[in-house]
């Protein structure tokens, strides 16, 4: 049973009360995760997989790690298994229900105790249903908890799809079919290669759980239902597919969903309330709130529940009175929970004693990040996807740009060692810099340098196209070189040293292109933050241990061209400059392909970022300090805010920058 809280009440004006905590007693982070643990019982294991394919077996248990950390950071689990639900047919277009003309479009209560996943295996449904609920009502979290019944029944069974957790906010492009979107959010979110990912939703191996329909902008929202609509007649769709929407949006659309049912998540009752109370120790509370006909009408969502047990002794009750409308109360009611989170006392895992941010700090970083969300429609952020579009204005984009170009000449300054390489370096990257200064941040796949069977047959054709890509290049470049300075001595010498610099910068582009493709995996995990920066990083330097040789050979044959097609009969090698060519090569080819750029661009941007005070330069030790403040989840290398409504309600601040 959750701890016992002291607990004494704020009489307002007109005699109604709130009540308030003991501010130094409550320890947020177990208020509601107790009432899990203790009440309903901990989340249960992952059962033993007895699918044979790897692949599968990662992707769920990618999914299950999502479920179960989720459902763990969740502020309203607690009540979700005693969610009422009701059916409401009218909700979704099923093609028999126009023949057999069912007159009976009411809803109807379905019995308190039935499991989300018994509605979805409902002879009638046939893994066909639609989630409807009010803000804050527990459809996310109902999804989670069908999500988790779904990866233990594929666990045990092969023949059951994969269950797959998408957010239809993402899907912003008109022209992009479901299909589609679906393979493009596979590849971000859970790393399945779209050569994997098609065949698995042709055969309907996923299962597709889709939440946020109505997070999507308004006149995407119908559209996108026809579009799934399209999908599901097309014979292409998957043979089971769940829908959360809010109801309210839903019921605008004329366009109904295609599915066979449809469940809306019923507000709480008095009975669940009462129990929910007493099962925090916070009966008295209970009692106080059944007295104020407005707070009770907020706290039958589990979300809202949840969120004013939290924030109970940060309201002020004369301030409570004064508001008079459902907006007021529940904007006013989600700014109490993020001042008590923001201010509370907790003990940091991330941030040593006395050097956490301050309240001030936080709510300012988190005000960015919501509105870069609401503005990408995104419900989920990766510090490796920060792109340049995150400046605010011309000024820091000039900044950018600038760093772009200045913070890899020490690395070049250290590498070639002579003032003329550093100046060499210089231009380089500040050239660079500027043709590319607009580019997205791309990071880099990881290399594969154990030579396996597979890994070599990519390799060999890489090199063969490479080969062939650089004997062309370098016939066509020595012609015109030996054309413009002899015709004898000087197509000979361009065609030999065209040929030779070609070959070699042919075969190491095909060299590289094949370590690139040999690496390629059908499916890859994120599991920490940031990881695709730290894997480019990490390419840089085999990457270019490996090359060298290959950019020295480039240089003697450019060195050997020169020579050619000068009038000098003697050939001789500058080898200082051949030193600073081929590191110079070394570092250009070595850096492209190996994620040089990539890191270049992010660290610049972060620079950019923090300078002007968007973000703090440990970016995901803040995120992950967010967390413990219930403001923010985590999933492996992925966050988002504790609910919806917490971010919108950030993004709707404002703020400027300290």
């Not at 320890?27 to 899990?36: A, L």
């Not at 309903?40 to 997989?49: A, D, H, I, K, V």
């Not at 952020?381 to 984009?397: C, D, G, R, V």
């Amino acid at each position: 049973m959750a701890d016992q809280r002291n607990i004494d009440v704020k009489q307002s004006a007109d005699g109604s009360a709130l009540v308030s905590g003991d501010h130094n007693r409550i320890d947020q982070s177990r208020t509601v995760n107790n009432v899990v643990n203790n009440y309903y019982g901990p989340l249960p294991n992952q059962p033993p997989s007895q699918r044979t394919d790897r692949n599968e077996k990662t992707l769920l248990s990618a999914v299950w790690a999502e479920v179960q950390d989720r459902l763990n950071q969740s502020l309203h689990n607690a009540v979700l298994l005693n969610l009422g639900k009701a059916e409401q047919r009218h909700q979704v277009s099923r093609p028999w229900d126009s023949q057999l003309r069912i007159a009976d479009q009411a809803s109807r209560p379905l019995d308190p105790e039935t499991a989300i996943a018994e509605v979805f295996d409902r002879e009638d449904i046939n893994g066909r249903l639609l989630i409807l609920g009010n803000p804050g009502a527990g459809k996310t979290t109902t999804l989670l908890d069908l999500a988790a019944a779904l990866v233990q029944r594929a666990n045990g069974d092969p023949a059951q799809p994969i269950p797959v957790m998408f957010n239809l906010s993402s899907w912003q492009d008109d022209k992009q079919t479901l299909k589609d979107w679906l393979l493009s959010e596979l590849k971000l979110k859970y790393g399945v290669s779209t050569k994997l990912g098609q065949p698995w939703l042709e055969a309907q191996t996923l299962l597709p759980l889709l939440d946020g329909l109505d997070e999507l902008p308004p006149h995407r929202q119908e559209p996108a239902v026809q579009k799934i609509n399209d999908w599901l007649q097309s014979g292409e769709g998957a043979s089971q597919l769940l829908v959360c929407s809010r109801r309210e949006e839903y019921e605008l659309y004329a366009t109904k969903l295609l599915l066979n049912g449809a469940i809306c998540l019923e507000p709480l009752t008095d009975d669940q309330l009462a129990t929910y109370f007493a099962a925090l120790g916070m009966e008295p509370l209970w009692h106080t709130v059944r007295q104020d006909p407005d707070f009770l009408a907020l706290v039958r969502t589990p979300l809202l529940l949840s969120v004013s047990i939290l924030a109970n002794d940060t309201i002020d009750p004369a301030q409570w009175q004064r508001l008079t409308t459902p907006q007021e109360r529940l904007n006013y009611l989600l700014d109490a929970y993020i001042q008590r989170q923001l201010h509370a006392p907790i003990a940091s895992r991330t941030y040593p004693p006395h050097k956490q941010p301050t309240a001030q700090q936080t709510r300012h970083w988190l005000t960015w990040l919501a509105q870069q969300l609401q503005a990408q429609s995104e419900d989920e952020f990766l510090i490796e996807k920060m792109q340049p579009s995150m400046l605010a204005n011309k000024k820091e984009t000039r900044l950018y740009e600038m760093i772009i170009g200045l913070n890899t000449v020490p690395v070049a300054g250290m590498i070639i060692g002579p003032i003329a390489g550093l100046i060499l370096g210089l231009v380089l990257v500040l050239v660079l810099g500027l043709i590319r200064k607009d580019a997205d941040v791309i990071t880099i796949k990881n290399f594969d340098f154990s030579f396996s069977h597979s890994a070599r047959k990519k390799i060999i054709k890489g090199l063969q196209n490479g080969l062939f890509r650089g004997l062309i290049i370098g016939l066509i470049g020595g012609l015109i070189e030996g054309l413009t300075v002899g015709l004898i001595r000087g197509l000979i010498g361009g065609l030999i040293g065209g040929v030779t610099v070609g070959l070699i910068g042919g075969l190491l582009g095909g060299l590289l292109e094949g370590l690139t493709n040999a690496s390629d995996p059908d499916l890859v995990s994120r599991t920490k933050p940031n990881q695709g920066i730290f894997n480019a990083a990490r390419n840089i330097l085999p990457v270019s241990l490996a090359i060298y040789p290959f950019t020295v050979l480039m240089a003697i044959g450019s060195q050997f061209l020169i020579a050619m097609t000068s009038d000098s009969t003697a050939l001789s090698f500058d080898w200082s400059w051949l030193f600073l060519r081929s590191i110079s090569l070394t570092f250009v080819l070595g850096g492209f392909y190996s994620g040089w750029y990539a890191c270049a661009q992010h660290f610049s941007l972060r620079l950019v970022l923090h300078r002007t005070n968007a973000i703090p330069w440990n970016y995901a030790r803040f995120l992950n300090h967010c967390t413990e403040r219930l403001l923010l989840q985590r999933v492996g290398g992925r966050y988002r805010f504790i609910h919806r409504l917490i971010q919108e309600r950030f993004a709707a601040t404002g703020g400027h920058r300290l």
